[in-house]
């Protein structure tokens, strides 16, 4: 038996054990966490060094594991991989990379949800099916996969790993249809938000879903196409953006070159309001909006419906240091940086107790003391989820001798579990799912609270207007859900 298998075999019974297993969601910040950034070549000598380089820009997107898989043509198609647990800079050092030949290749990060977390799960996926080799690599969530996987079951399939990316392999694998169709079948009994790269010894299928709800951009570096989460990927490697995928929109590139076609008509666009004000980069492109000039605006448009007389604005770090800005430009009131985050303090193991977990604050997160003492201070930030975060934070700022903390949110509250790829709470964890602003003003101890309302975030950001929520999903706040969904059903991701 190979290391890697013994090592997946001992994953599988004891459910693994890693120091970064299941991080965030007992994390000291409860912040959302996204699942997924998935990384493509076609075309280009050293694509597992290029698919390094754009994992690494992705790597805000999953900090748990990541993995690379390519196809060297000049060898009959070889598939070479390798997956790790861990930071891109871990896993990858010369010689894997060295040992990864091909002119195609995918690449993932990933952040699994509690119980998700192992290298059994660390994509790309590598399957040996009746063609060969397949290869898969997903950002997002199935929503209809426990159906589809109990249905497969019963019908003698035998699953590796608690993955929603095996039920896709297993489709395709059991079609008497050859790869592109049977592909083009799973894809249409799919419902969720994903981006799919899927690999074959001699074929690259990349697919969105019928919404676009998970971002996944296209760019060329000379003859090579490259495939990303977020166009700062391609930015990394000097490649050149060309354009979005469409949301229901299937590539193919086989020996003949590339081809696009539809394998679902577009309904409805539905691109994830949380890219926007949380997680893609803030030199990222989504559908072609830059992400800190949304967020700017954001800010400005939350200072127009909640102006508060303050002498300093400040952003908690990273996310919302655009929205301040924006924020401070609109009311005249100083920008400064009176909180700074840690970079260096990595990932930790869960803190034993409350107050060891409060210590642990102030190791991630400092207020500069000599910037908010004495000081009505705003304090921008772009959600809130359980509470306990702005709590935290607002604390660290009465410490250090702010006289006044207001809070602005530059999103609507955040009221809804979502089903498409973001690890959220359940809805009773949810604050603003079961209190009032005022309720939670008093809870995270603010002065004053205010969240950016539905039609100000929606023209903050932009879009179509001739579209439903100008092209945006909010089900997250609305409770407007773009796709079919089961409440009673476990929403976490598990790409």
């Not at 592909?183 to 676009?212: C, E, V, W």
């Not at 959600?383 to 903390?405: D, K, P, Q, W, Y």
Request: overall charge negative; glycine content about 10%; hydrophobic content about 35%.
């Amino acid at each position: 038996m190979s290391d890697e298998l013994k090592q997946l075999s001992k994953l599988w019974t004891d459910g693994g054990g890693h120091y970064n297993e299941g991080i965030g969601r007992d994390d000291i910040f409860d912040k959302l966490r996204e699942e997924c950034g998935v990384f493509g070549v076609v075309g280009h000598p050293d694509a597992a060094s290029l698919s390094y380089y754009g994992l690494h820009a992705l790597q805000h997107r999953g900090e748990e594991s990541c993995g690379i898989c390519t196809v060297d043509r000049e060898h009959d198609g070889v598939f070479n991989y390798h997956r790790g647990m861990g930071l891109v800079k871990e896993v990858f050092d010369k010689d894997k990379l060295d040992a990864l030949q091909g002119d195609r290749s995918i690449g993932h990060v990933r952040y699994s949800t509690s119980g998700g977390s192992g290298l059994a799960n660390a994509q790309p996926l590598v399957f040996k099916y009746r063609d060969g080799d397949l290869g898969i690599a997903t950002n997002g969530n199935i929503v209809n996969a426990p159906e589809i996987r109990r249905e497969l079951e019963a019908n003698g399939s035998i699953f590796q790993t608690t993955s929603d990316t095996e039920v896709v392999a297993h489709l395709i694998a059991r079609s008497p249809k050859d790869f592109v169709n049977a592909a083009r079948d799973a894809l249409q009994r799919l419902i969720g938000g994903y981006a799919f790269l899927i690999m074959t010894n001699s074929k690259l299928l990349i697919a969105t879903d019928p919404h676009g709800l998970r971002p996944l951009v296209i760019g060329r570096l000379g003859e090579a196409y490259v495939f990303a989460s977020e166009t700062c990927a391609l930015e990394t490697i000097g490649a050149e953006y060309e354009r979005d995928v469409e949301p229901g929109e299937l590539i193919i590139f086989d020996r003949e070159g590339m081809h696009t076609e539809r394998y679902v008509p577009l309904e409805r666009r539905a691109v994830c309001a949380m890219e926007y004000i949380y997680f893609a980069r803030p030199d990222s492109d989504i559908s072609g909006i830059n992400l800190h000039s949304a967020r700017k605006r954001m800010g400005s448009r939350l200072a127009i419906e909640s102006f508060v007389d303050a002498d300093v604005v400040t952003g908690v770090p990273d996310s919302s240091i655009s929205a301040a800005i924006g924020y401070a430009e609109q009311t005249g009131i100083p920008y400064e940086l009176g909180l700074i985050k840690n970079k260096y303090t990595g990932r930790t193991f869960i803190q034993p107790s409350q107050e060891l977990r409060e210590k642990g604050v102030k190791m991630k997160l400092s207020a500069v003391r000599k910037v908010v003492e004495g000081k009505r201070v705003v304090m921008i930030d772009d959600s809130i989820v359980r509470g306990t975060t702005s709590r935290r934070i607002v604390n660290l700022l009465r410490e250090a001798g702010a006289t006044e903390v207001h809070v602005r949110i530059t999103s609507p509250p955040f009221a809804n579990p979502c089903y498409y790829g973001i690890d959220t709470p359940d809805r009773k964890e949810l604050i603003a799912g079961s209190k009032t602003v005022e309720e939670i003003r008093q809870l995270i101890n603010a002065d004053t609270l205010t969240f950016l309302s539905n039609e100000g975030f929606t023209e903050a950001v932009g879009g179509n207007e001739g579209e439903h929520n100008r092209g945006l999903c909010m089900a997250c706040f609305d409770n407007d859900y773009p796709t079919p969904v089961d409440f009673t059903s476990d929403k976490s991701c598990s790409c």
